[in-house]
């Protein structure tokens, strides 16, 4: 099994075999930003699970930019942002649906107890590390914030 960074440079020669510009361009971001991560001082060179991290940031950052294109009125370029995105999501592991990340969330509040809202911090530092990678941070949030709401 070939490492996530083995994968991406083998994208990244046939996406530029195949002159496919969105992927080019996009798998040459995503390595820039992960050989950038591997020299901030005191880092190292990343693995699957930190390179999946990169990802997740890259992916936060082009959902920030929909919005902000959206609202601008330019959805041309929320369009190209929407299309970086699901290049990116190729390299992630399956998302959860939305009942099993409820499922998810739903467990950690048994195991950990909450009985409100003012347990959210307690219930996200259980779910988190089991949904990592699988499940964007807002819907996480949101679940949790739901599910609490529902308890108090």
């Avoid at 699970?49 to 959805?75: C, T, W, Y």
């Amino acid at each position: 099994m070939a490492t996530l960074k083995e994968r991406l440079d083998a994208d990244l020669k046939d996406a530029m075999r195949a002159k496919n510009e969105l992927s080019t361009s996009v798998l040459r971001m995503l390595k820039s930003a992960v050989k950038y991560k591997e020299v901030e001082p005191g880092a190292s060179a990343l693995d699957d699970a930190g390179i999946e991290k990169v990802i997740a940031g890259l992916i936060k950052q082009r959902r920030d930019s929909i919005d902000q294109f959206k609202s601008g009125g330019r959805a041309d370029l929320a369009e190209k942002e929407e299309a970086e995105i699901s290049v990116l999501q190729k390299y992630l592991p399956q998302q959860l649906t939305a009942e099993e990340l409820a499922a998810e969330v739903q467990a950690a509040i048994t195991a950990v107890g909450a009985k409100g809202p003012k347990d959210m911090g307690a219930v996200m530092k259980h779910v988190n590390p089991k949904v990592q990678g699988r499940a964007e941070g807002k819907a996480v949030s949101e679940e949790v914030k739901a599910q609490l709401a529902k308890l108090a």
